[in-house]
T-cell receptor
Framework: AQSVTQLDSQVPVFEEAPVELRCNYS??????LFWYVQYPNQGLQLLLK??????LVKGINGFEAEFNKSQTSFHLRKPSVHISDTAEYFC????????????FGSGTRLSIRP | DAGVTQSPTHLIKTRGQQVTLRCSPK?????VSWYQQALGQGPQFIFQ???????QRGNFPDRFSGHQYPNYSSELNVNALLLGDSALYLC?????????????FGPGTRLTVL
C-alpha cells in the first residue's frame, strides 16, 4: 500500500519570501511523484512531476521540487512567492503498476501575506 | 480544445436519494477517473473507466457505480445518499496506456446531502 504525508496543513508566508512545502511518501513499490495545485473553487492543475532522471524537477509558475529517494521525500519550493500563489497544494504518487490511479496527500494551504 | 467538463456544478440532495454526475474528458483521452474530495482533505480515488469497463476501484461501497459511453464520457452514480457523501466530486481524464501522462481534472461537482 502507498501513503502520502504532507507535514504542514497550513503555511503562511509573506509575499516575495521563499517557501517550502513538505511531502513524504511510503510505498513498497516504485512510484511516480506529482504536485498539484487547487485554486479556490477550481479543479486540480499539475504543477510538476518526477518520473525518472534528474532529481530536481522544475514546474510551472516558478515552482520546483527535489526527489530524495533515501528520505522518501518530494518537497516543493519556490524562491519568491506572489499573492497569486495562494492555493491548496497536493502532493501525490502513482505506483508504477497502478495504471494512473493517483494517491493524494491531505493538502497544504499556502496563504500569502502582503 | 475543451478541457475536462463536468455537470452540474452544484447539486443539493437529501438522504436516501440517488444522484448522477457527468463528465466529458479532454479531447483525445480515453480514460476517465473519478475522485471524491471531502472538505479539507485530499481527493480519494473512487474508480477508473476505460473501454466502457471499470478497470480499477478504490475503497468505496457498491452504492457508488459508474458508466462510460462509446464517446468516452462518463457518469458517476451514487445511490442511497448519506450525509457523509457531501463532497466535491472530481473527474480526471488521461490515456490509459500512458501511466505517466498528465491527468487533466475538471472543475468538479459539489454535492451537498441534507
Amino acid at each position: 500500500a502507498q501513503s502520502v504525508t504532507q507535514l504542514d496543513s497550513q503555511v503562511p508566508v509573506f509575499e516575495e519570501a521563499p517557501v517550502e512545502l513538505r511531502c513524504n511518501y511510503s510505498s513498497s513499490v516504485s512510484v511516480y511523484l506529482f504536485w498539484y495545485v487547487q485554486y479556490p473553487n477550481q479543479g486540480l492543475q499539475l504543477l510538476l512531476k518526477y518520473l525518472s532522471g534528474s532529481t530536481l524537477v522544475k514546474g510551472i509558475n516558478g515552482f520546483e521540487a527535489e526527489f530524495n529517494k533515501s528520505q522518501t521525500s518530494f518537497h516543493l519550493r519556490k524562491p519568491s512567492v506572489h499573492i497569486s500563489d495562494t492555493a491548496e497544494y497536493f502532493c501525490a504518487v502513482i505506483p508504477y503498476s497502478s495504471a494512473s490511479k493517483i494517491i493524494f496527500g491531505s493538502g497544504t494551504r499556502l496563504s500569502i501575506r502582503p | 480544445d475543451a478541457g475536462v467538463t463536468q455537470s452540474p456544478t452544484h447539486l443539493i440532495k437529501t438522504r436516501g436519494q440517488q444522484v448522477t454526475l457527468r463528465c466529458s474528458p479532454k479531447s483525445g483521452h480515453d480514460t476517465v477517473s473519478w475522485y471524491q474530495q471531502a472538505l479539507g482533505q485530499g481527493p480519494q480515488f473512487i474508480f477508473q473507466y476505460y473501454e466502457e469497463e471499470e478497470r480499477q476501484r478504490g475503497n468505496f461501497p457498491d452504492r457508488f457505480s459508474g458508466h462510460q459511453y462509446p464517446n468516452y464520457s462518463s457518469e458517476l452514480n451514487v445511490n442511497a445518499l448519506l450525509l457523509g457523501d457531501s463532497a466535491l466530486y472530481l473527474c480526471a481524464s488521461s490515456l490509459l496506456q500512458r501511466t505517466t501522462d498528465t491527468q487533466y481534472f475538471g472543475p468538479g461537482t459539489r454535492l451537498t446531502v441534507l
